[in-house]
């Protein structure tokens, strides 16, 4: 049973457009959640963060916006530009057999059309 | 600043053969982390280590053993390889409760 999903597999958005990427998680217990990106060939690399307790956290063209009630995030990406065009996972983090652990969800794949 | 080095980055291994992904920080972060990445998955943690001197079973640690040999190395080792076990492997180290992990750029093993 995945605790974090990303119902979304692809998404393709014109250049210069808002992107939103979801994510909705099962677990009211998780804490802190972060997004990360990623290019083929490459690790994934932190992009932004959010704590249970805000309700958007902002970082130049990257905001993240939680919905506790209704378990759900987004990540919006305003202005799209081609170089955003990669996967982007979310993370949950939860305290789990006495350690900190994160849950990942399976990744949305973004594509930024010229 | 090398970061997450993991090697190598690429292996073909026949089913039954074994070997060791290696990985190195030099954050002096305190945790290491091995994760495993198939198609339509989301990254899943097979062991993570909190610590020096400590591992702990992830969500999906069967068919594989760790070694964290010190602060900055994390090793995984598959002692008899499986065709299940095709996929991309990712380490990654953070410093602490808040710290988001840092990764490296993946191994990708496959078991024919």
């Known amino acids: 049973d995945q605790q974090v999903k990303q119902n979304s597999p692809s998404l393709s958005v014109q250049e210069g457009r808002i992107s939103i990427l979801n994510c909705d998680y099962t677990n009211s217990m998780f804490d802190y959640f972060l997004w990360y990106k990623k290019y083929p060939a490459e690790g994934p690399t932190f992009l932004i963060s959010?704590?249970?307790i805000k309700d958007k956290n902002e970082d130049g063209r990257f905001t993240v916006f939680l919905n506790k009630s209704a378990k759900h995030l987004s990540l919006h990406i305003v202005p799209s530009q081609p170089g955003d065009s990669a996967v982007y996972f979310c993370a949950a983090r939860g305290f789990m057999d006495s350690n900190y652990q994160l849950i990942w969800g399976a990744g949305t794949k973004l594509i930024i059309k010229p | 600043n090398a970061g997450v080095t993991q090697t190598p980055k690429f292996q073909v291994l026949k089913t039954g053969q074994s070997m060791t992904l290696q990985c190195a920080q030099d954050m002096n972060h305190n945790s290491m982390y091995w994760y495993r990445q198939d198609p339509g998955m989301g990254l899943r943690l097979i062991y993570y280590s909190a610590s020096e001197g400590t591992t702990d079973k992830g969500e999906v640690p069967n068919g594989y053993n760790v070694s964290r040999l010190n602060k900055r190395e994390f090793s995984l080792r598959l002692e008899s390889a499986a065709p299940s076990q095709t996929s991309v492997y990712f380490c990654?180290?953070?410093?602490?409760?808040?710290?988001?992990?840092?990764f490296g750029q993946g191994t990708r093993l496959t078991v024919v």
């Open positions: 959010i704590s249970s």
């Open positions: 990654a180290s953070s410093g602490g409760r808040d710290a988001e992990a840092f």
